[in-house]
Structure formats: structure tokens, C-alpha cells
């Protein structure tokens, strides 16, 4: 278990911290937490006994972020042209990394404040409202309500470009071994994919899934080597041929699918409890920058080049551009295992999440009942997933609409909302103002900004999906 440490001297044992001198009555008799200094309490350093080195922990978030969204990446250079593209690679990546350093800074200041080390995405959204404005406390429940029905949607919306990037694959594979195109519609083929994968997610034992998962990762990178090759050694489009910059249904629609990509925020905190020094997880040179400096610079590759290569004939994952070969589509259809399994394990994380709520709303004499709910529940969330793919089939549509609705709401919105609600309290209490009005005016533009990308991404979505504009 982590414990809260301060420095000692001639390497003795660390020992644990108290912070019981942070409580303090309020005019009513409860108890709240003092806004203490943000300098004393970060500067607090932290320590378990075990727990992920900062290497390990940079391997697990870099493989973590890289997964078959970043094969789709060049169809965002498509819709935002070439150079705006390559400009909002940069620009997206910038602002989920900024957001990402909030939710920890926020978790890290709140734990420090508690004396608690544990700390989820929901959990600090609570814990946040709790330690903020009056007006504040009440909704506690609330904003760790609104954070994990975020993260259900995108974990669903996970689940259903899942589905969607098999179901094409499939039929790439088909078409290679038949040499003519399947007897069937993709609808049907999305049906018939679901059978399987249904029976799976029945599966409650999720040691082998696990192990699968992890080789999944192997397939991932092999498919980016493979990826990159063809890129390399296919004959370019000349870049004034291609659109430099489109308008804003375009950038709209390829920011949504950045935002996609550029996803981690449900992964940040549980690493960050993870970490054996969570100091290592911030900072110029800590996990998340050099993750997010890493991903991005491969993320603007792929898309860059994988327009450049294949110009207006891009399809939704670069992936579906490669010449059907013997080798092209044997990763495709391990790309295909892969995904299969990963669905799997994105579905057990919501069970998971969802099961302990409904189950004590339930009487423990309903035995039956206890028994069936998890399979009810998986059954439940995997139609959700099923009628989302039926309506959106395809990647280059249904990968913007996920981004740019519970992606972009967890990776910009929520974190600035939050971070106000942290140290605008303390920095007033303190009576550092410029602090106060320069997080206030950051947080409010980003906030603002986040929202006009939502309800410009959304529309185009919609508007993209009714005309089907693909």
C-alpha cells in the first residue's frame, strides 16, 4: 500500500506523514479540509513500497495510447487538408497532454490533502467538488456521476469502432481468399461478427484475455512497421495536389477523430497510483510528457504520410490501403484477434465499474438474480455497442463522432472545469490573485474552446452521417 512521506536523512526508514492538521471545523460543526499551501503540500514527496518504475510505467502508457485509432489518423489530414492537419496533430496532442498534467495535479493535490493515495478519474471529480466553494459540495455526487457516464460512453464507443475496424477487415480477408467480395452486406457481417464476440464477453475469467491483450501489442507495432515500409517505399503525391487546408466541418471532423487518438485521460490516474515515485509521472522529462512527445510525433507520421501516400483514395484505417498481399493480410487478421480480445477486455472494465451499483440496489435474497445480472448487464451493453455500429458502420464517421463527444468532454472540458474547482479556492484564500485570475482566464478559455469544438465537431458528425459523406 502507498504511504505519504517526507524526506529523511542517512537512508532511514521512510515514515508515513499525518495530515489530521489539515481538518478544520467549519461554522456548522461539519468537517472540511483546509485550503492548505500548494507549495508545502506538493512539495510532500510520495513513496510505496511497490509499484511500477518510471520506465515501466512510460512502456505501459505509450502502449496504453497506441492502438488502432492511430491507423485512421491520415483520414484526419484528408478531412482538415494537409498542413492543417499536421498543425492540429500538434495542437490536439498539446492540449490532452496540458489536460492530463491537470488531472494529476489535481489528484495529487487532493490525495496529499486527504491522506489518501487512491484516486480514480471519478473519485477525484468528487473529491474536488468536496474540497472546493460551498455551492460546490453538493453536486459531489453529481460530477463523479457525469465522469464515469463519460467514460461508459467512450468505452462503448471503444468497443463499437472495434467492431466497425474488424467487420472491414474481415471483409479485406475475405475478398483475398475468395478473390470476389463476401455474399454479404456489412450489416450482416457486423451481426454475424457479434455472435462470437458476445459469447466471449460471457467469459468472466479474464486471465487469458489478459495475456492475449498484451500480445495484442506485439501485433500493433508489427503493423506500424508494416505500415511504415509501404509508406516509405510507395511513390508520393505532390503536396500542392492535395488540399493544404479545408474548412471548419473538416477541421471539426478531424479533431474529433485526434481527440479519439489522443485519449488517455481514463489511464493517467490508475498509472499514476501505480507509479512506485508518482512524482515521476510530471514534469519535462516524466511519463507523460515523454509518452505524449513520442505518440504525437508518430501520430503526425502516420497521418502525414499516410496522405501524402495515398492522397483522396485514404480509407478509414491506413490499415485498408495496404496491397492484399500474403503478408499484408495475415496482420490483418491477427489486427482482427487483437481487437477481438481488446473488446473483451474494454467491456470487463465497464462491468466492472457498472456491477457493484446495480447489484446493491438488488435484495442478497434474490440469488438468481445476482446470478444472471452479470450476464444481463454484459448482454445489455454489447446491444448498445451492436446498434451503434448497425447505425454508424463506418471508421472514417464513427471515430470523429466518439472523439468529439465523450472524448473531448474527458480530455478538455472536464479537466479544466475541474481544475478551477481545485485551486481558485486555494489561490484566493492565499491571496495570490495573479495566480487566481491566470488559471481562471486559462481554464475558461480552454473551457469555452471545448465546447465550440463540441458543438461544431457534433454537428458535422450528424450532418456527415445523414448525407453520408464518405
Known amino acids: 500500500m502507498p504511504v505519504i512521506v517526507g524526506p529523511t536523512e542517512n537512508g532511514q526508514e521512510l515514515k508515513q506523514q499525518e495530515f489530521d492538521d489539515l481538518k478544520m471545523k467549519d461554522g456548522v460543526g461539519g468537517v472540511k479540509n483546509c485550503h492548505t499551501d500548494t507549495k508545502s503540500v506538493r512539495s510532500t514527496l510520495i513513496s510505496r513500497k511497490n509499484g511500477l518504475s518510471a520506465t515501466s510505467g512510460l512502456i505501459n502508457f505509450i502502449c496504453g495510447m497506441i492502438g488502432p485509432g492511430c491507423f485512421s489518423l491520415a483520414v484526419s489530414f484528408k478531412q482538415a487538408g494537409l498542413w492543417g492537419g499536421l498543425a492540429l496533430v500538434f495542437i490536439v496532442g498539446f492540449l490532452s497532454l496540458y489536460s492530463m498534467h491537470k488531472i494529476v495535479s489535481c489528484s495529487q493535490f487532493l490525495a496529499k490533502s486527504n491522506g489518501d493515495q487512491s484516486l480514480d478519474y471519478g473519485e477525484m471529480a468528487e473529491a474536488a ?27 462503448l464507443g ?31 457481417m457486423i451481426l454475424i461478427y457479434f455472435v462470437p464476440q458476445m459469447l466471449l464477453n460471457f467469459i468472466g475469467h479474464m486471465k487469458l484475455i489478459t495475456i492475449l491483450c498484451l500480445c495484442g501489442n506485439v501485433i500493433i507495432f508489427a503493423a506500424i512497421g508494416l505500415i511504415t515500409k509501404e509508406l516509405m517505399m510507395h511513390k508520393w503525391y ?202 481562471m482566464m486559462v481554464n475558461l478559455f480552454l473551457f469555452v474552446l471545448g465546447w465550440l469544438f463540441l458543438g461544431s465537431g457534433l454537428y458535422s458528425s450528424i450532418d456527415d452521417i445523414i448525407n453520408n459523406d464518405v
Open 129 to 155: 467538488m468536496l474540497n472546493s466553494y460551498k455551492w460546490a459540495r453538493r453536486h459531489a455526487k453529481l460530477a463523479k456521476i457525469v465522469v464515469n457516464a463519460c467514460l461508459l460512453a467512450f468505452q
Open 158 to 188: 471503444v468497443i463499437t469502432v472495434s467492431t466497425v475496424f474488424a467487420v472491414e477487415h474481415l471483409i479485406e480477408i475475405w475478398e483475398f481468399i475468395a478473390d470476389s467480395p463476401p455474399p454479404f452486406s456489412k450489416s450482416v
Open 238 to 439: 505532390p503536396t500542392w495536389e492535395l488540399n493544404s487546408l479545408t474548412g471548419i466541418e473538416g477541421i471539426s471532423l478531424a479533431a474529433g477523430a485526434l481527440f479519439y487518438s489522443f485519449e488517455g485521460q481514463a489511464m493517467v490516474l490508475p498509472l499514476e497510483n501505480s507509479l512506485k515515485r508518482p512524482k515521476d509521472m510530471t514534469g519535462l522529462t516524466g511519463v507523460l510528457s515523454t509518452a505524449m512527445n513520442l505518440v504525437t510525433v508518430l501520430y503526425a507520421f502516420l497521418g502525414f504520410f499516410g496522405y501524402v501516400t495515398f492522397g483522396p483514395t485514404v480509407q478509414g484505417s491506413l490499415t485498408l490501403n495496404l496491397p492484399n498481399s500474403v503478408l499484408s493480410v495475415s496482420i490483418k487478421g491477427l489486427l482482427v484477434l487483437k481487437i477481438f480480445f481488446g473488446s473483451a477486455m474494454q467491456l470487463y472494465v465497464i462491468v466492472q465499474m457498472l456491477l457493484p451499483s446495480l447489484q446493491s440496489r438488488i435484495s442478497e435474497n434474490r440469488k438468481l438474480i445476482h446470478r444472471l445480472l452479470p450476464y444481463a448487464l454484459r448482454l445489455g451493453l454489447m446491444l448498445v455497442t451492436l446498434c451503434q455500429a448497425l447505425v454508424v458502420p463506418n471508421l472514417m464517421q464513427i471515430i470523429p463522432l466518439v472523439g468529439i463527444t465523450s472524448g473531448l468532454l474527458l480530455s478538455l472540458i472536464l479537466p479544466s472545469f475541474l481544475d478551477c474547482m481545485v485551486f481558485l479556492p486555494v489561490y484566493k484564500k492565499q491571496g495570490e490573485m495573479f495566480k487566481y485570475y491566470r488559471k
